[in-house]
């Protein structure tokens, strides 16, 4: 969609290698978010970032880190990747008092 | 921790008939949100409400926010097979960065 864009948009990986997700906006927006959606879960935030370098944790945040260095980019990293953590991961951006908008997902795989 | 109960998870009628969904929870809101989303896309935003009591119409949908601010409701009326799709309600807290609750999803097909 126009002004956030997720890379890559699927992955497939082993048990115990790292994996960096990417999620880049052209909006200028103050706040971004990690969700995980799975069966029966709907969206759960992992973490969200009000800032550059000022980041926090969400409701299923133990195995994932992130990381903000510019406000255009947002990474989600998984330090060494369970098959737990398959699911498709969504980003999310917001400018002050709107809703938020999201990206189109990554489907990643662990196997 | 906040929840939304989300019911039905799935749902599959006819066209022409009418359906509601529904959103609860014991925890107060600032705003909910309800987003629908197609296969192989993020969920995109259908409306807002804020106020307790609010109704909101976009077209055939219309969507009730409770007088507490717990609990939400979709209605669709005379359902098309171009509403076929998933619906989630999101529930904001009420200060801080927003962070969105999501319920379950109802997974809506309208036969033709």
């Known amino acids: 969609d126009a002004g956030i864009t997720q890379s890559p948009r699927h992955k497939v990986t082993e048990t115990g290698t790292p994996v960096t997700l990417r999620c880049h906006q052209t909006?200028?927006?103050?706040?971004m978010y990690w969700y995980r959606q799975d069966p029966g879960h709907g969206l759960r935030l992992i973490h969200y970032?009000?800032?550059?370098?000022?980041?926090d944790k969400g409701e299923v945040s133990d195995g994932y880190s992130v990381s903000r260095s510019k406000t255009e980019d947002f990474l989600l990293t998984l330090e060494s990747a369970t098959s737990s953590q398959t699911s498709v991961y969504f980003c999310?951006?917001?400018?002050?008092?709107?809703?938020?908008?999201f990206g189109d997902g990554t489907r990643l795989s662990i196997l | 921790t906040q929840l939304l109960e989300q019911s039905p998870q799935f749902l599959s009628i006819q066209e022409g008939e009418n359906l509601t969904v529904y959103c609860n929870s014991s925890?107060?809101?600032?705003?909910l949100q309800w987003y629908r989303q197609e296969p192989g896309e993020g969920p995109v935003l259908l409306v807002t409400?804020?106020?307790?009591?609010e109704v909101k119409k976009l077209k055939r949908l219309t969507f009730q926010f409770g007088d507490a601010r717990k609990d939400s409701s979709l209605h669709i009326t005379a359902a098309q097979p171009g509403d076929t799709g998933l619906y989630l309600c999101?529930?904001?807290?009420?200060?801080?960065?927003?962070?969105?609750?999501f319920g379950q999803g109802t997974r809506l097909t309208i036969n033709p």
């Open positions: 999310a951006i917001r400018g002050s008092n709107q809703p938020q908008h």
């Open positions: 909006e200028n927006h103050r706040y």
């Open positions: 970032s009000y800032g550059v370098k000022d980041t």
């Open positions: 925890s107060v809101f600032s705003s």
């Open positions: 409400v804020v106020t307790g009591g």
């Open positions: 999101a529930g904001s807290e009420i200060q801080g960065a927003q962070k969105l609750v």
